[in-house]
């Protein structure tokens, strides 16, 4: 079986016939379920079933006892749109058995599925894309896969969803900093060789660097940037040139260069800028291209600073200013670093501050200098920050990256959100504030957090829990969407409230003055209220330790957990090792009971 493949286009297409998908940086593979066992080869039909047995064990568990032939990508995934090939190229290496379960456990790779060929004993090759599509829906709802990617999910065969609008689609890329798009036309059967009916469209990296070196034995440039004043090397590039570009380059080279005699290339005093594109970047680049020479851009402004800003991959309309400035002391934290933690943090905080009016804490000269409440939208402000108006105020709301992007420019360090969207009466969630009264007393806040759950598992309610980025932590119930108003969850939160320092009035108090609380843990029922608001999950906050306010998972609310973990650069690996815990937030509606305690 052979495999449909892309042409390369620069442009995305658009109109009726084309439907688009995020493209993945990863194997791409076939997997076939003959009713009890399981096949996974590559393109070149070499056979993958021991380097993933985490795919294989999906498979068995799931797949029923009928032929199912699959088409797609075998990634590692840093978030939902984005994979990392460089530690999938490292994970297919591993020759150990013992090595590959382990790390099939520590970072489970996963199938990304966008095709079908074989349902249920038929062969479906010779349907439309959009019937193969309609068709795979079917199958992954009655398998019990995820029907997108979500990167922590023990199920590592999911599906990869099309998208019929090429704006959605452009702004999903953006957002995951994706590799690329996949254009389909919808009527095209599967044809088993490189089709114009399949075009993919690449959104590299782009950089601006200069030339160190030429070696003539193979045609590459080494690339780099200055570093704290000294010339560092990133990498090579020998593509995308034209013949006569490169035999120009090599020449000016060979002519005011050095021949460097262990090397066997010449060496170049930092003078030649170029523009170049890359798809990933782990200690080299992954497909680089040259794409023109910077004769306007001096050798002397391709730093450090300018390598870091490409690999945030900025958008283009959103204008990125100061990145040198300190925000904090100790830590040391610049904005670049805060601006960076943004750009990855966003395809997890942006759900939640989607269609929300928005209250920002802006911090214009950093942590110790003045800050300000803002909800008024500046009018100094980008057409494309869009804004919703209510009681005389038009407030921001972060639909999309750039509009968070630009306010992180802004140096709007804290995001509050109300618990309701901007055009509804109906509260989407519940959230419950535990407040200790101080940092040493954070075990309060895990002792009731865990209090809560167990309230709540036993009422048959879904919750989540997030640390405040403070000294507290904050224990969320979603809700069914468009049923209850402020006035239906009040009654509920008051009795949850009651309930808990009747059951524990060692733990809780309820007292509104802080003077009165003693050592007591404070569970705020008041907060949650129309016009009030909570920090958004993921937001920095304004304290002196710049923690953040952090998803959880319920195994880490123990006496383990430490506040301290959640720092900017903390969170970032987190996300990027374990994923969001959040993730099954959106999807879980709870239905409130009737609580009445005793």
């Not at 407030?395 to 306010?407: A, G, K, M, Q, R």
């Not at 036993?458 to 979603?478: A, C």
């Not at 958004?536 to 330790?545: D, F, I, Q, W």
């Amino acid at each position: 079986m052979s495999f449909m493949l892309a042409f390369s286009r620069e442009e995305l297409p658009e109109g009726k016939q084309w439907h688009y998908e995020l493209k993945y940086d990863g194997y791409r593979a076939q997997l076939v379920w003959d009713g009890s066992t399981c096949s996974l080869f590559s393109r070149n039909h070499n056979h993958l079933e021991k380097q993933f047995p985490e795919i294989m064990d999906t498979c068995c568990r799931h797949f029923p006892k009928k032929t199912v032939h699959l088409d797609g990508e075998i990634v590692l995934l840093q978030n939902p749109g984005l994979a990392d090939f460089h530690a999938l190229k490292r994970r297919h290496r591993l020759r150990s058995q013992t090595s590959i379960h382990a790390e099939s456990y520590k970072r489970p790779a996963c199938f990304l599925v966008f095709d079908i060929l074989v349902s249920d004993d038929r062969d479906m090759k010779n349907e439309s894309y959009l019937k193969r599509k309609q068709e795979l829906k079917r199958i992954i709802g009655n398998f019990d896969l995820p029907t997108n990617p979500t990167p922590q999910d023990t199920r590592r065969i999911q599906s990869i969803p099309t998208y019929k609008d090429a704006e959605t689609i452009r702004d999903q890329a953006k957002l995951y900093r994706s590799e690329g798009i996949v254009a389909k036309t919808s009527a095209h059967s599967y044809t088993e060789k490189r089709s114009e009916a399949w075009l993919k469209i690449k959104t590299p990296y782009v950089l601006t660097c200069f030339i160190l070196s030429y070696t003539p034995a193979n045609g590459y440039f080494e690339v780099g940037v200055f570093k704290e004043g000294e010339a560092v090397t990133l990498g090579q590039c020998a593509h995308g040139f034209s013949k006569t570009e490169k035999e120009t380059l090599a020449t000016i080279i060979k002519n005011n260069g050095s021949w460097n005699t262990s090397r066997r290339l010449y060496d170049i005093e930092p003078s030649i800028v170029v523009t170049l594109t890359f798809t990933t970047y782990s200690q080299d680049f992954r497909e680089p291209r040259f794409q023109s020479f910077a004769l306007d851009t001096p050798a002397d402004q391709c730093t450090w600073e300018t390598w870091e800003n490409a690999m945030l991959k900025w958008p283009k309309r959103v204008t990125l200013t100061h990145p040198d400035k300190p925000l904090w002391k100790d830590p040391k934290i610049l904005k670049r670093e805060f601006l960076g933690f943004t750009r990855a943090v966003a395809p997890y905080a942006l759900p939640h501050l989607a269609k929300r009016l928005l209250t920002v804490v802006r911090y214009p000269h950093g942590k110790y200098g003045e800050a300000f409440f803002q909800k008024q939208c500046p009018e100094y402000a980008p057409a494309y920050v869009e804004t919703e108006a209510f009681e005389d105020t038009d407030y921001v709301v972060s639909n999309h990256v750039d509009t968070l992007l630009w306010l992180a420019n802004q140096l709007a360090i804290e995001w509050h959100i109300p618990f309701s969207l901007s055009s509804s009466r109906y509260v989407e969630e519940i959230v419950l504030d535990l407040d200790p009264p101080d940092t040493e007393a954070f075990s309060l806040a895990i002792e009731g957090a865990n209090v809560l759950k167990k309230i709540f598992d036993q009422l048959g309610l879904t919750s989540f829990v997030k640390f405040s980025g403070n000294k507290g932590l904050q224990v969320y119930l979603p809700l069914l969407k468009n049923r209850y108003t402020y006035e239906d969850t009040h009654p509920f939160t008051e009795a949850i409230g009651a309930y808990c320092l009747q059951q524990r009035p060692d733990l809780f108090t309820r007292e509104r003055l802080k003077k009165k609380r003693g050592r007591k843990l404070y569970i705020d029922i008041p907060q949650h209220a129309f016009g009030k608001t909570i920090i958004a999950p993921y937001s920095l906050r304004g304290n002196e330790e710049a923690l953040v306010a952090c998803p959880l998972f319920w195994e880490e609310v123990s006496s383990s957990l430490h506040r301290t973990a959640f720092t900017l650069h903390g969170v970032q690996q987190r996300l990027q090792e374990e994923g969001c815990p959040f993730d099954p937030f959106m999807d879980t509606q709870n239905q409130l009971p009737n609580f009445r305690p005793h």
